[in-house]
């Protein structure tokens, strides 16, 4: 099965699945660096917390659209697994690449600035896998015809 791989769709796809990535990574980061949790466990905590807010974010439209949870679950593992992978690869080595920023702590520029770039970094390096995989009939095109149905 292949799919229109278009930069558009692949950004707009990539866009999404940031979106979920985004909010647990964030999520992860302010809580592991708050807490005064080692560098590991804070990424760990953020990768983890990426993952799942990426995939709930996915299942959301596709259960809205009628399909059932373990459908939908196994929609959004195919859809997003390998896009949020690279993702969290890229924008957490970015954090711990930074001087300081994982230290910095959530009340600094530093920590959101670094945070921030580290997102965008990961969107620009994950457009191409995306737009590789959808040209394949892979990643976000399982799930675009459901989310564009509802």
Do not use: Q
Request: with cysteine; charged share 10%.
């Amino acid at each position: 099965m292949t799919s229109t791989a278009t930069w558009s769709t692949a950004a707009s796809a990539t866009l999404h699945c940031l979106t979920g990535c985004a909010i647990g990574e964030v999520l992860g980061m302010v809580i592991g660096t708050a807490a005064g949790l080692h560098n590991t466990a804070t990424v760990v905590l953020a990768v983890a917390l990426a993952f799942v807010f990426g995939y709930a974010l996915t299942m959301r439209g596709v259960l809205r659209a009628g399909v059932g949870f373990a459908a939908a679950l196994k929609l959004a593992l195919a859809a997003d697994t390998a896009s949020i992978a690279v993702m969290e690869v890229v924008d957490n080595a970015v954090m711990v690449a930074v001087p300081g920023a994982m230290d910095a702590g959530p009340l600094t520029a530093l920590f959101w600035a670094a945070l921030a770039f580290s997102l965008l970094v990961a969107f620009v390096l994950t457009v191409p896998l995306n737009k590789w995989m959808i040209g394949r009939g892979k990643g976000h095109a399982v799930v675009h015809h459901v989310h564009h149905n509802d």
